[in-house]
Structures are given as C-alpha cells and as structure tokens.
C-alpha cells in the first residue's frame, strides 16, 4: 500500500463520490496544516460568538452608568450578523481597508458537517441551472416539484429562492407555535411576492446585511427585469396585525435591543436611502475609497487610508463621530442630538436635492452641502429593514439550529440531494419541539447576545483588566438567578419526560446551555478577585449538574482540586484543626475530587492525565501508604522522543511559486512504487473548499530534495516519511489524523447510525448524526461506545469489526464522515488495527474515545505522520510523529494529543528536518 502525503482536511470530508478517479498531481504538498489549527474556541459550542470587532467595545460602554451594568445598557451589542456596518461596494479587499482582525472566518453549521463536500461555489450552481434551462418546465411546477426534479430555470426560479423557501416552508409547517400572529402575517405577504423582489431580497439578505446598496450597481439583470419595481415593491410599506404582546428585556439586558422590538403595526422589506440616510456620518461611508479621495481633496482634508478619511471629514464636519459605522439606534441619537443646530449658517439652507430628494439635514450647512454631494453621485440605495431582517434570521435559526449560515448553508442541502450519492440508511427526526415555546426562543436569542457581550469583554477590549472583570462579573450575576431556575426544570424534563440520554442533543437549544457558557465565564472574574471561596462553590454547583457542557467537567474537576489544595484552608471553618491539620483535610479532599473526575463517565479523557498527576503528588504529601496508592504506571511514556532527519534542502531563487516548488512525489505502494493518482480539478477545488480557512498554512514551507526515493523536490513530511520508510523499515501516510477519522468512521459506523437517537438526523443526505461535533454524542450513546471500545481490546475483534462495515458498503461508496473508500486499501487497514491490538493494552480504545468525546475540538492536532511495522515474530507497533522544521513550533492542540498518545502506550516522535546542504531551485 502507500507511503503518501495527504494534506489535512477538514474532519468530515468523504471523497467518495461514485465518479472519483484519484489522479496524479504535480502540486506540492502542502505544509502540514495542523500546525496552524485553531485550538482556542471552545470545545462544544454550537453557537459560537463570532470574531469580534475591537471598536465595539468602546461603543459598549459609551452609556452613563459608571457600574459595570452599564454594558447592558441603552446601546447593547446586536447579533453578529447586524453588527457589520459594512457597506455594499467595499468587498473589494483593496477598498475595505480593515484590520485583519475585522475579518471573519467561515463558520459551519451543523447541517453543513453532516453533509457531504459538494462543489458550492458560483461557477458550479450557474452551470447546473443553465444546463436545467434548457428542458422543459410546466408552468404549474412549484417548490416542491422542482426540488424533486432539480430544475430551476433563470429568470423564473432559483436554488437560492427554493433554498430560503424550504427552510421557512419546513419551520412553519412544523413549528409554527414559535411566532405570532403579526410575524405570521409577514410570512404570508412573503409568499404573495413576486419571483423577482424574492429573489432580490434573498440575494440581499446573504450579502452584507447591515449595508446599503446602491440599486444602480446591484445587477442580476438575468433574474430581474425592472430593478426599479422590484425594489419599489420592497420598500412598500404594508399593514399589520396588532399583536397584544409585552416583550420584557431578558436577564442581562437593562433594556430591549432594537432589533428585539416587536414588528408594530407596519412593515418595509427594505428601506430607501432618501428616508434613512440623514447625516453626513452615514452618507460619507457610502462612498468608495477612490471617490472618497476626491471628496476629501474639496473638503482639505487629508489621510492616509480610508478610516482617516472619514474621521478627518467628521471632525471637519463638527461631528466627533465613532471611526466605524453607526448602529441604527446612534442614527437617530444623532438627528435628536443636533437639533439645536437649527438655526446655525444658513448659507446653505436651500440645498435641497435638485432629483427630488428632499434632504432633511440641509439645515445644517456644511453636512448638507457634502452629504447631497454624496447622495447624488451614489444615487438611490436600498436596505433590508432590521425588524423582518431579525424575523427571517429567526426562522433560520430554527432551521438549521445555529446562529450562523452563509449562501453554501442555503445551498448545500438542495446540492447534497442532487449529487446523486448514497449515504447511510438511518431515521430521519426533526422534532418540533426543540423550542418549547415563543418565549423560550426569544430567550435562546437573548443568551446568544448576552454570550457575544461577555466574548467581546475577555477576548477583545481594550480595557483594564479590573473593568473587564467588573463587567464580567456583573452580567454573570445578573444571569445567575435566572439559570438555577432554568436548570432545575431541565433537571425535571430529563427525570420524567426523556429517556437516558434521549435529551442531551435537544437541551442545547435551551437557555440554559448558553447561560451555563456564562456562567462558567463568570469563574473568570472570581478567580481574578481572589474569591476563592465564591469560585469554589460554583464550581461545585457546575459539577453537581450533568445536563450542560459535559466536555468542560475535566477542567471544573482540574480547577476544584486547585482550590482545594491550595486556597481553601484559609477559607473554611476549620471545625477546631490545627492549621497543619486543615491543610491536609483540604488536600484529601483535593484528593477525593481527583478521584471523581477520574471515576466521572463524562470527564474526558484528556483531562485525566493532569489528575493522575495531581493524585499521585497529593499521594507522596499526605504519605498515604504505598499499598493504598494509585498506580498509573500503565499510562505509557512521558516523553516524546526527537529524532533528526539530515536532506538537502531547496532554497528558492524567488518568493513566488514555481512549477518545482510545487511539485510532489507521486503515490507510493507499501514498496515504495508509484502509483497513478490523478485528480481532476473539480475535486482539487472540492478537497480545498472543504479544508477550513483558518487551518490552511500561510508560509513557512520548505522544499527538500528525496534521496532516497524520488529525487524529486518534495515538502520536509515527505523528507521525513521517506526516510521512516527506507531506513527504518515503517509503513505510513501523511494523514494526519485521516487515518483516526477513517477508523473511527468504520469501526463506529452502526453506533452512528443505527443507535436511535432523536432529531440528529434531519435530512436523508447526512454522513454523520448532527451531534458528532458536540459533547452530546457520547453522552447520547456512553453504553454503546463505552462497549465498541471494549470490543476493541479483544484480540481480532476490531478487525472483524473493519471488515465487515467494508463489505457491506464498499461497493456502494456509501458517504460516511472520515472514510476515504478511495484513498485506504482494506489490507492496510487491517494491518494498522492488528498493529494497535497487537499488545491486548486497548491502545485503540483510547484513541477512539477520545474522537467519540471530542471529534469536533479534536480533529485537527493530530501528528503529521502515521506509521506502523508488523514484525516477523507477529508483534506489530504504531508510530505518529509530527514533522518539524527551522519555522515550525508545537501548537496547544498538537501538544494536547501527543499527551494523548504518550499516555495510551503509543510512541511519538518529534522528526527535525535539519539542511545537510543547501541548493538553489
């Protein structure tokens, strides 16, 4: 079989589509990817904050109160989405001149790491509708009909119409209960709009939704016919229902944000530049950099990129205004605050717009002058109005069960059906009752924003560090109440309406799994003010429940046994002990809570060597007997060995890349032979899309000449397989960790799909149930994992196990997360289980727990190289090893699973790639 380089990708690629033909490459591989892989988010959050912008923090705390309250005050932080005050011409990357930390990177949903990788990207959808144009179309054809058929015909239909359908259609058949009457009446003008203004309003809400577009410069002139009508009939303003219903602000918010009003008694769509646009402030951010320039140069003002620009223009203006874009509540602050400018200059006073356009802010003189200016060269702008915006964003939420959704969210699904592959059989459950009621979804809303206040403080602010505790610590008290309350009745849910496990995956939709998120931020602030004893008791409190965040009991368990050792002697009743005495209560008790977390099911097994460690300290202090002590020596090794590869190394003449820099060898057999192993660039192309963005290396590469093979240049992992492979004498790949996946995907397959867990299989076109990437998997399934991985241990089962799952669905290709049926011969498969079970120490076992755990946090990390030797005498070993160069460095997640393995048994090596030589390309 192979010796080959595999460049990572992302932990639910299959590249198993009927038509797959591995094909020969000429591109370099590329640097191992795991050593850029973002370990800093947290391990099981479904709805995560996304990458907040630093200047918000400023805005956050700009309200009178001087508490720490005050962060939740009159101007909360909207939802992620409407926060990007963003304007349409700026996706030029050369025109939005923002800092690298503004940028947001791609976010998937669940949905989408259930589904398989399907081109989604313009050229492929264009390509399919126009092939679809082309057949015939009854004219009765509806939604339904042409998903069945998968036609859509430009100009009449579109998958991103049917898309946005589907998913509203799906919720209100469904779960309809979730939205009043007036919000109800909106859906069904919906249906009554035209294909045309659907489609522009799609199209807007998956561009940039907080921004105004310039109608003249919208386009979609195939799908739209009169661009002026359409958005005409978007902005018409329509009746509504009054709905008798008091929204009350949600713990942590002082006040109800804007865009979680009420709809009222009318509605637009979207909104007209001539009635919203009204300073200067938001007019001027309209304009592109170049007519920016040209605007300055009249107004002598001068700076040196486009954020100087308008913050010079403000202040010349006699407005201080923020250096971003204003929310839409500071819009109206603005007009109120300068009324008084009424009877300023009036020099300019008959400024009013020459095409018809009234300009309210004519009164003030030297805005008016220059925001008609603007208005004029931009021309009309359209907006999508931020209340049915939010309604919208609300039935997607619904949907797909996340905050975040992109076109490929849209897309991806209708994609996945038509690609014509077979996936698993298993029970399709989408219950409806994820969200019991209205209110509890207007409330799972509200935690979300209160999450994304509490991110923004600890990651992002320039503050001290006291005011950010302070504001911590404040939001955190003020959620504290409410979730007790909400925790006991989930408690109650799971004792008398759900079966074992049966709740874990719906529960992380309540409030309270993003209260509990807060409140274990909330342990932050405490240990910053040194209540210890404060800390202490929540801790407690977060052990005591099992319904919420299972994945961080391990660190909770890590944390309580520190205080206990440490700080809790001095700040406990001492019950009549000696000083010496109370000490060595607290550290038994340290000791005991050691104990739990180790015993705890849902303590993860990476957190377990740190205990051991603490145990066995804590053992030698209290000097326990050795017959009572705990023995870990079975855990394996302590160390990673290192080892040196000497290559010739290429330096390259030039920066840029060069048809030999990119070159690679080509695939190997087990003897070193190469094999064919051409790809098409569809499937280059589809390998890419589906690597995550952050994941992908950005420089630091090396090329090196192989001696011992090819002689070839080749990438430092290559260097170091070839050198494992022809001196050492190992079998291996450059997978890291797509072998573990491909395993886990085939020794777990019937536990994935065959163990009836409800609602993690929401369409027929998934390669995994949608709570593999959360804690929730293993705590739905812990007797029939707990037993697979005992199955591992005994001798051949593992490879019965194997080769049965390859029997059944090889030949169909079935799409299964991790199982690359083209690129893994069985008899190598075979070989690798036998070389794990060789030594009967479950060394499997271990490795599988911990994707069954953590296959979300944990997929990416995992040693550059896999490698394994069959002995003559019928022993076999396995071998990882991360591949180092001059410019590489361990990363936490790196480190995390080379303690891993060291502690199951298994032997890591770190392989430096050190220049014997150097030669130009």
């Given at each position: 079989m192979v010796l080959e380089e595999k460049s990572l990708s992302t932990h639910n690629v299959i590249v198993n589509s009927n038509n797959v033909v591995m094909q020969s490459t000429t591109k370099k591989i590329p640097h191992p990817a795991s050593t850029r892989y973002n370990d800093n988010r947290d391990d099981d959050d479904d709805f995560p904050s996304p990458i907040a912008k630093r200047r918000k923090i400023e805005t956050l705390l700009q309200t009178p109160s001087k508490d720490a309250k005050s962060l939740y005050g009159n101007s909360p932080l909207r939802s992620p989405r409407r926060d990007k005050r963003v304007y349409e011409d700026h996706e030029n990357e050369n025109e939005l001149e923002q800092d690298v930390s503004d940028e947001r990177l791609p976010v998937q949903t669940q949905l989408e790491t259930a589904l398989p990788p399907v081109q989604t990207d313009k050229e492929a959808i264009e390509a399919y509708e126009a092939y679809k144009a082309g057949e015939a179309q009854d004219d009765s054809e509806n939604l339904h009909t042409r998903l069945e058929n998968r036609s859509w015909i430009r100009g009449r239909s579109s998958i991103y119409v049917d898309a946005f359908n589907l998913a509203l259609e799906t919720v209100l058949k469904e779960e309809s209960h979730l939205f009043d009457e007036a919000e109800n009446t909106v859906f069904s003008i919906w249906r009554d709009l035209g294909y045309e203004a659907q489609y522009l309003y799609v199209r807007l809400f998956l561009r940039k939704t907080a921004a105004w577009h310039r109608i003249g410069r919208l386009g979609y002139y195939d799908d739209i016919t009169d661009m002026d009508s359409v958005v005409a009939e978007l902005q018409l303003n329509r009746k509504l229902p009054k709905v008798e219903e008091e929204v009350k602000p949600f713990p942590g918010e002082a006040v109800l944000p804007e865009d979680a009003m009420p709809l009222g008694t009318s509605f637009q769509f979207a909104e007209c530049s001539e009635e919203h646009i009204n300073t200067l402030d938001e007019a001027s951010s309209l304009l592109l950099l170049d007519e920016l320039k040209v605007l300055a140069k009249e107004a002598k003002v001068q700076g040196k990129n486009k954020r100087e620009l308008l913050q010079n223009l403000r202040k010349t203006s006699g407005k201080q205004a923020g250096l971003g874009f204003l929310k839409r509540s500071e819009t109206e602050e603005s007009i109120n605050s300068n009324e008084f400018n009424k009877d300023s200059q009036a020099e300019d006073e008959d400024e009013t717009s020459t095409s018809g356009t009234h300009t309210p802010i004519s009164k003030y003189n030297r805005d008016a002058h220059y925001t008609k200016k603007i208005l004029d060269q931009t021309g009309k702008c359209i907006r999508l109005s931020l209340l049915p915006l939010k309604l919208f964003e609300r039935v997607h939420l619904v949907f797909y069960r996340s905050t975040e959704w992109t076109e490929k969210s849209l897309t991806t699904l209708l994609l996945a059906k038509i690609s014509r592959r077979n996936f698993p059989n298993y029970i399709v459950s989408r219950s409806a009752n994820i969200f019991e009621s209205r209110s509890l979804l207007l409330e799972f809303e509200a935690s979300l924003r209160t999450q994304f206040r509490v991110d923004n403080v600890i990651e992002f602010s320039h503050l001290p560090v006291h005011k950010q505790v302070d504001a911590v610590r404040s939001i955190f008290e003020a959620v504290y109440p409410r979730w007790r309350v909400l925790l006991a009745k989930e408690q109650e849910k799971e004792d008398r309406v759900y079966e074992t496990g049966e709740g874990a995956y719906l529960r992380r939709f309540s409030p309270a799994w993003v209260y509990t998120r807060i409140v274990h931020k909330g342990l932050w602030p405490l240990a910053r003010l040194r209540?210890?004893?404060?800390?202490?008791?929540?801790?407690?409190?977060?052990?005591?429940?099992?319904?919420?965040?299972?994945?961080?009991?391990?660190?909770?368990?890590?944390?309580?046994?520190?205080?206990?050792?440490?700080?809790?002697?001095?700040?406990?009743?001492?019950?009549?002990?000696?000083?010496?005495?109370?000490?060595?209560?607290?550290?038994?008790?340290?000791?005991?809570?050691?104990?739990?977390?180790?015993?705890?099911?849902?303590?993860?097994?990476?957190?377990?060597?740190?205990?051991?460690?603490?145990?066995?300290?804590?053992?030698?202090?209290?000097?326990?007997?050795?017959?009572?002590?705990?023995?870990?020596?079975?855990?394996?090794?302590?160390?990673?060995?290192?080892?040196?590869?000497?290559?010739?190394?290429?330096?390259?003449?030039?920066?840029?890349?060069?048809?030999?820099?990119?070159?690679?060898?080509?695939?190997?057999?087990?003897?070193?032979?190469?094999?064919?192993?051409?790809?098409?660039?569809?499937?280059?192309?589809?390998?890419?899309?589906?690597?995550?963005?952050?994941?992908?290396?950005?420089?630091?590469?090396?090329?090196?000449?192989?001696?011992?093979?090819?002689?070839?240049?080749?990438?430092?992992?290559?260097?170091?397989?070839?050198?494992?492979?022809?001196?050492?004498?190992?079998?291996?790949?450059?997978?890291?960790?797509?072998?573990?996946?491909?395993?886990?995907?085939?020794?777990?397959?019937?536990?994935?799909?065959?163990?009836?867990?409800?609602?993690?299989?929401?369409?027929?076109?998934?390669?995994?149930?949608?709570?593999?990437?959360?804690?929730?998997?293993?705590?739905?399934?812990?007797?029939?994992?707990?037993?697979?991985?005992?199955?591992?241990?005994?001798?051949?089962?593992?490879?019965?196990?194997?080769?049965?799952?390859?029997?059944?669905?090889?030949?169909?290709?079935?799409?299964?997360?991790?199982?690359?049926?083209?690129?893994?011969?069985?008899?190598?498969?075979?070989?690798?289980?036998?070389?794990?079970?060789?030594?009967?120490?479950?060394k499997l076992g271990v490795v599988m727990r911990v994707l069954a755990q953590e296959y979300g946090a944990r997929g990416g990390g995992v040693p550059d190289l896999f490698l394994w030797k069959k002995e003559d005498d019928g022993s076999g070993k396995v071998m990882f090893s991360e591949v180092k160069s001059e410019n590489d460095r361990l990363s936490d997640t790196q480190r995390l699973w080379i303690s891993v393995l060291l502690n199951a048994g298994i032997e890591v090596e770190l392989c430096h790639a050190a220049a014997r030589e150097t030669r130009p390309e």
């Open positions: 209540e210890h004893k404060r800390e202490h008791e929540l801790l407690t409190e977060l052990l005591g429940q099992y319904l919420f965040h299972a994945s961080r009991r391990g660190a909770w368990y890590q944390r309580k046994a520190l205080l206990e050792e440490h700080y809790m002697y001095a700040l406990s009743d001492a019950e009549g002990r000696s000083e010496e005495a109370n000490k060595k209560f607290w550290k038994r008790v340290s000791l005991r809570t050691c104990e739990q977390g180790l015993e705890d099911n849902e303590c993860h097994i990476i957190y377990h060597y740190d205990l051991q460690k603490r145990i066995t300290k804590l053992e030698k202090q209290l000097k326990i007997p050795k017959r009572e002590q705990h023995e870990f020596s079975h855990v394996g090794l302590s160390k990673a060995r290192e080892r040196t590869v000497e290559g010739v190394q290429i330096v390259p003449l030039e920066r840029e890349e060069t048809p030999a820099r990119r070159a690679s060898p080509q695939r190997k057999d087990s003897n070193g032979r190469s094999q064919s192993r051409e790809r098409t660039k569809g499937q280059e192309q589809e390998q890419r899309a589906a690597t995550p963005t952050n994941t992908r290396r950005g420089g630091g590469k090396t090329t090196w000449l192989d001696e011992l093979d090819t002689n070839e240049y080749v990438s430092v992992e290559a260097l170091c397989l070839s050198h494992y492979r022809h001196v050492l004498g190992y079998k291996g790949y450059h997978s890291e960790g797509g072998i573990l996946r491909c395993l886990f995907g085939l020794l777990f397959y019937d536990i994935m799909f065959d163990v009836y867990v409800p609602n993690v299989f929401q369409t027929a076109y998934q390669t995994c149930p949608l709570d593999l990437h959360t804690d929730a998997f293993y705590s739905a399934r812990t007797s029939e994992i707990n037993s697979r991985i005992n199955e591992l241990a005994e001798p051949g089962r593992a490879a019965q196990i194997l080769q049965r799952v390859w029997d059944e669905h090889r030949e169909q290709k079935i799409c299964v997360i991790g199982v690359r049926w083209e690129e893994y011969e069985l008899d190598d498969l075979l070989e690798i289980v036998y070389c794990f079970t060789a030594d009967g120490q479950g």
